[in-house]
């Protein structure tokens, strides 16, 4: 497993941070599917 070194999520203390893959399977697997952080459009 690889770690993302510039994960924009801003919970920085979550166990996920930084992987990748173990946090979208999180997510995918939450009951409110909502997007990983690094594939939110940039709010301008």
Known sequence: MTINE???CK???CERHGKCDE?????AESKR???VACEK???R
């Open 33 to 35: 599917q909502r997007p």
């Open 11 to 13: 919970r920085k203390k």
């Open 23 to 27: 946090c979208r399977k999180h997510h």
């Open 41 to 43: 459009e940039k709010k």
């Open 6 to 8: 510039n994960c924009p």
